[in-house]
C-alpha cells in the first residue's frame, strides 16, 4: 500500500469548540462556519468571487480511523453519515465565497 501525505490548504472555524456543543446535523441548529486559507495558498483563490458556489473537502480530524461500519442513532437501516463518530475520514461540504479579506461574513 502507497503513503500518503495530507497538507491542508485551510482550516474550517465556527463557534463550535467540541462535539459537545455540536449538533448532530447541520438543521438541528449548526452555526455558521468559515474557512480560513493559509495565506501560502491564496493565490490559488485567483478568480474565485463572492458568491462562488464551491466544493470544500474536509479531513474529519477526530474520526475513528478503526471503525468500519456505523449506523445512525442505532438505526441499523440507516448508515452513519451525518455524525462526528461516523466512520468517514473526509466529506465533502458546498461552501459560498463570502469575501476574500479575513472577514468572517
Request: charged fraction near 30%; glycine fraction near 10%; hydrophobic fraction near 35%.
Amino acid at each position: 500500500m502507497s503513503d500518503y501525505t495530507l497538507e491542508p490548504v485551510g482550516f474550517i472555524r465556527s463557534t463550535v469548540k467540541g462535539r459537545e456543543d455540536a449538533p448532530r446535523q447541520g438543521p438541528e441548529g449548526a452555526p455558521d462556519a468559515w474557512l480560513e486559507i493559509e495565506p501560502r495558498f491564496a493565490e490559488a483563490l485567483l478568480g474565485i468571487e463572492v458568491g462562488h458556489e464551491l466544493i470544500v473537502i474536509t479531513w474529519l480530524h477526530e474520526a475513528k480511523r478503526d471503525v468500519l461500519k456505523g449506523h445512525l442513532r442505532n438505526d441499523e437501516s440507516r448508515p452513519l453519515t451525518g455524525s462526528p463518530r461516523r466512520p468517514l475520514t473526509c466529506a465533502t461540504e458546498p461552501a459560498r465565497a463570502a469575501s476574500g479579506d479575513g472577514a468572517q461574513d
